[in-house]
């Protein structure tokens, strides 16, 4: 159990790393220009989606859905949090510096982003076939398929 938070917590750091890696680009970077801002914040977005990709990629093969999307949702939660009530104070801001539209928008940018990665990483294990589930259904046919038929006698 203390290694499955450790991993929360790990995950969630790197998440909100990325984001202040990329909240100090734009800050020391670019300051005053939005399109370069707005490229950065992109390729943060997709980074983010990238990493919970191979997350789920990986998680999915060796752990139930149910067991690993937890911990997926609880980590996207706290990285979530961190990354719009915290990374705008790091570069001296506030949460709410830009109003409520953008910081909501912060909020579903980020949820659309760790969704999309994860869906997209999932569903490429489950279409290989590489997933928890497809590997116990492959398990249990070729159990059944080892085993001779036993005659019955009447």
């Given at each position: 159990m203390a290694r499955r938070w450790r991993d929360i917590g790990v995950l969630a750091g790197l998440l909100f790393a990325v984001n202040v890696v990329a909240r100090l680009i734009i800050h020391f970077g670019f300051d005053g220009d939005d399109t370069a801002a707005?490229?950065?914040s992109l390729g943060m977005f997709v980074l983010i989606g990238v990493i919970l990709a191979v997350l789920a990629f990986v998680w999915?093969?060796?752990r139930p859905l149910?067991?690993?999307?937890?911990?997926?949702a609880g980590t996207v939660l706290v990285a979530m949090l961190l990354t719009v009530l915290v990374g705008p104070l790091l570069v001296g801001d506030s949460p709410f510096a830009g109003g409520a539209g953008t910081f909501f928008a912060q909020i579903w940018l980020y949820l659309g982003a760790a969704l999309a990665?994860?869906?997209?990483?999932?569903?490429?294990?489950t279409a290989l076939g590489l997933d928890h589930r497809s590997q116990g259904l492959k398990r249990y046919a070729e159990l059944k398929a080892a085993k001779p038929r036993k005659v019955v006698r009447r």
């Amino acid at each position: 159990m203390a290694r499955r938070w450790r991993d929360i917590g790990v995950l969630a750091g790197l998440l909100f790393a990325v984001n202040v890696v990329a909240r100090l680009i734009i800050h020391f970077g670019f300051d005053g220009d939005d399109t370069a801002a707005d490229r950065v914040s992109l390729g943060m977005f997709v980074l983010i989606g990238v990493i919970l990709a191979v997350l789920a990629f990986v998680w999915g093969r060796r752990r139930p859905l149910g067991e690993w999307s937890a911990d997926v949702a609880g980590t996207v939660l706290v990285a979530m949090l961190l990354t719009v009530l915290v990374g705008p104070l790091l570069v001296g801001d506030s949460p709410f510096a830009g109003g409520a539209g953008t910081f909501f928008a912060q909020i579903w940018l980020y949820l659309g982003a760790a969704l999309a990665g994860t869906l997209v990483g999932y569903l490429v294990a489950t279409a290989l076939g590489l997933d928890h589930r497809s590997q116990g259904l492959k398990r249990y046919a070729e159990l059944k398929a080892a085993k001779p038929r036993k005659v019955v006698r009447r």
